[in-house]
């Protein structure tokens, strides 16, 4: 069984039975797992969807699931990058400058309310569905869905005359071409770093999650 949170309204197409939307936190994801008779927890969501990683985490020892997380390496700063680490969206904001800037917010539009107290930068937004509201009011939207090249990220920020990008240490290598980008043409990139987790066992390839899998799960989410 494939779970999608549901908050990109057309999700790439899986060779699963799929469903779509939260549990009701850890009790409903526990019913869940009792109802259908789950074995196994593979944990693949964003490194971002810190609540439902926890969730997993609390689930899994609440009804004797095992769990994996398959968590993909962040980010490591290098040399020509222009890096300034933050640990929030809070942080990001205040690590933006007072003078009018032309940010790329790569972070999806969860949080982009935090930014309205920044209402002099342009913002720069790509995301994969169009926003159904805008509390920003100096912007440009890109709608496209990764995985993204740098020549086309370099050109993207050149074109729009971009000076800081705020990302979310996503690591892998679909969202890594922006950050190449910036390194060529020296802008800054504020980083906001991962959120802080429970302890669980992760893996960092497919290959891994299967051959943890074997054959003894019957049945996974």
């Given at each position: 069984m494939f779970s999608y949170a549901g908050r990109t309204a057309n999700p790439v197409p899986q060779p699963l039975p799929t469903r779509i939307g939260g549990?009701?936190?850890?009790?409903?994801?526990?019913?869940?797992?009792?109802?259908?008779?789950?074995?196994?927890?593979?944990?693949?969501?964003?490194?971002?969807?810190?609540?439902?990683?926890?969730?997993?985490?609390?689930?899994?020892?609440?009804?004797g699931v095992q769990l994996l997380a398959l968590e993909r390496a962040p980010w490591q700063v290098t040399s020509g990058d222009h890096w300034i680490h933050v640990p929030n969206i809070a942080g990001a904001v205040a690590?933006?400058?007072?003078?009018?800037?032309?940010?790329?917010?790569a972070i999806g539009k969860q949080t982009l309310d935090a930014f309205a107290t920044k209402p002099q930068h342009h913002y720069l937004l790509r995301l994969v569905d169009p926003p159904?509201?805008?509390?920003?009011?100096?912007?440009?939207?890109?709608?496209?869905?990764?995985?993204?090249?740098?020549?086309?990220?370099?050109?993207?920020?050149?074109?729009?005359?971009?000076?800081h990008i705020v990302a979310k240490n996503a690591g892998g290598a679909g969202a890594a071409a922006k950050l190449h980008a910036a390194r060529a043409l020296g802008v800054a990139?504020?980083?906001?770093?991962?959120?802080?987790?429970?302890?669980?066992?992760?893996v960092a390839s497919v290959a891994q999650v299967l051959a943890w899998l074997g054959h003894s799960a019957d049945r996974g989410v």
């Open positions: 549990f009701g936190g850890v009790a409903g994801l526990c019913d869940y797992l009792r109802a259908n008779s789950i074995t196994h927890i593979i944990d693949a969501t964003h490194p971002f969807a810190a609540q439902m990683s926890r969730n997993a985490v609390d689930a899994s020892l609440a009804c690590a933006l400058p007072d003078t009018p800037a032309r940010v790329f917010l159904t509201s805008q509390p920003l009011p100096n912007t440009t939207v890109i709608i496209a869905r990764g995985p993204f090249d740098i020549a086309s990220d370099t050109a993207l920020l050149r074109g729009n005359k971009i000076t990139v504020i980083m906001i770093d991962r959120p802080t987790l429970p302890p669980r066992r992760i």
